[in-house]
């Protein structure tokens, strides 16, 4: 099994591009999280999908869309790169489709660099 | 409003040494509690959760942390340092009814060789 896997790895922008960010996992899970991790701020909830069909708001949503395409992927679009974007993305997953309690597994994470 | 603190955001041991990460939550609940490990440019993995069956909860790779109630804590410790112990090391919890993982700000834990 791959868990779960990110792409692009690696991705620089320029201000006011957009982007995707692709996230798979191979688990069978039904909740996927999408985060980023800033210096000194631990990684913050953008969005979650608890189940195939529904997406919510976590902490920092502004600037970030996601579609929860089928079961196995979650995608997240920038549609107007700011630099404030700057960060790593990670994606997760977990088995329940209420999360309390759920082990996450994470990708290897996206760092996104925006001019 | 749940939240977690980290205390130190930078943490220096010696090999062999003792390890000793501190973690605070607040949560009107009783809470689930986990402690992820990152390694440097890879993802978060769990290391161990607490979700109420035994206040000591033994994780991977010989650490383990203590759930204290009265003092809203759960440190993770380790009894003798490993250069391959060198990471970054996240407290998170969760609460029943509540979808989110809330993250404290990590604590970089570097061993002295």
């Known amino acids: 099994n791959a868990g779960v896997t990110q792409t692009p790895k690696f991705q620089v922008l320029k201000t006011g591009q957009s982007m995707t960010l692709q996230c798979a996992q191979d688990?069978?899970?039904?909740?996927m999280y999408w985060y980023r991790q800033d210096p000194g701020m631990g990684l913050r909830l953008i969005y979650y999908s608890a189940s195939e069909g529904t997406t919510d708001k976590g902490e920092v949503p502004n600037g970030y869309n996601v579609s929860r395409l089928n079961k196995r992927e979650f995608s997240l679009r920038l549609e107007s790169a700011a630099p404030s974007q700057t960060s790593v993305y990670f994606c997760a997953s977990s088995v329940g489709t209420r999360g309390w309690g759920d082990t996450q597994y994470f990708g290897p994470g996206t760092r996104l660099t925006v001019l | 409003a749940q939240s977690v603190t980290q205390l130190g955001s930078h943490v220096s041991v010696s090999e062999g040494a003792l390890v000793l990460l501190r973690c605070n939550y607040s949560?009107?609940?009783?809470?689930?509690l986990f402690w992820y490990v990152q390694y440097p440019n890879q993802g978060l993995q769990l290391l161990l959760k607490y979700t109420s069956a035994a206040t000591l909860v033994k994780g991977i790779n010989g650490f383990e942390a203590e759930f204290k109630k009265s003092e809203t804590s759960f440190h993770l410790t380790k009894p003798s340092a490993h250069m391959s112990d060198a990471a970054e090391y996240f407290c998170a919890v969760s609460r029943f009814g509540n979808e989110k993982l809330t993250f404290g700000t990590g604590t970089r834990l570097t061993i002295i060789p």
């Open positions: 949560s009107s609940v009783p809470p689930y």
């Open positions: 688990m069978n899970h039904n909740s």
